[in-house]
T-cell receptor, first 112, second 109 residues
Framework: IAGITQAPTSQILAAGRRMTLRCTQDMRHNAMYWYRQDLGLGLRLIHYSNTAGTTGKGEVPDGYSVSRANTDDFPLTLASAVPSQTSVYFC???????????FGPGTRLTVL | GQNIDQPTEMTATEGAIVQINCTYQTSGFNGLFWYQQHAGEAPTFLSYNVLDGLEEKGRFSSFLSRSKGYSYLLLKELQMKDSASYLCAAMDSNYQLIWGAGTKLIIKP
């Protein structure tokens, strides 16, 4: 593994289903982030983690949860998906909160 | 509120120079980032400015004026592969990035 990986690459999901998007980094970065990207809008921060064991809410956290059990993994869970959660989801990491963020390849999620 | 403004789309000719502007309003300021994003791909880091002035990195340069809340990305000797979206992001006092919607750059031969 080199950098950040995300899984799945894409997913079509029925509304009401639970879904976990996976994110793993091998750069030993302390901070990790989840963003969603929608057409015509800037990247919006969903949740972040400045270090393993801690998480925080971003701009659009409702309907999403995260955990950070170790340095490498930062899964994002949609407890009960809704169509407005259709988006491209990017995971990112940085050495510290003030440092340059590096992005994973993204997950394209469609909720029907 | 916090806000980033950049043009939605720009067109330029291969071999030419293009300047993409960005204005920002944030609660506190801890630097200005530029990223490149090709269609269907992840954003990739281009530059970071925290002090006023011009930072040059090969064909790409980035400028910052903190007093004016203004930055630009300058791309020289444009190549077809430079066709992409360019994202401006300002870091606020909580070290969170506030992102613009991106400028789609179209390069014509």
């Amino acid at each position: 593994i080199a950098g950040i990986t995300q899984a799945p690459t894409s997913q079509i999901l029925a509304a009401g289903r639970r879904m976990t998007l996976r994110c793993t980094q091998d750069m030993r970065h302390n901070a990790m982030y989840w963003y969603r990207q929608d057409l015509g809008l800037g990247l919006r921060l969903i949740h972040y983690s400045n270090t393993a064991g801690t998480t925080g809410k971003g701009e659009v956290p409702d309907g999403y949860s995260v955990s950070r059990a170790n340095t490498d993994d930062f899964p994002l869970t949609l407890a009960s998906a809704v169509p407005s959660q259709t988006s491209v989801y990017f995971c990112a990491s940085s050495d510290g909160p003030a440092d340059t963020q590096y992005f994973g390849p993204g997950t394209r999620l469609t909720v029907l | 509120g916090q806000n980033i403004d950049q043009p939605t789309e720009m067109t330029a000719t291969e071999g030419a120079i293009v300047q993409i502007n960005c204005t920002y309003q944030t609660s506190g300021f801890n630097g200005l980032f530029w990223y490149q994003q090709h269609a269907g791909e992840a954003p990739t880091f281009l530059s970071y400015n925290v002090l006023d002035g011009l930072e040059e990195k090969g064909r790409f340069s980035s400028f910052l004026s903190r007093s004016k809340g203004y930055s630009y990305l300058l791309l020289k000797e444009l190549q077809m592969k430079d066709s992409a979206s360019y994202l401006c992001a300002a870091m606020d006092s909580n070290y969170q990035l506030i992102w613009g919607a991106g400028t789609k750059l179209i390069i014509k031969p």
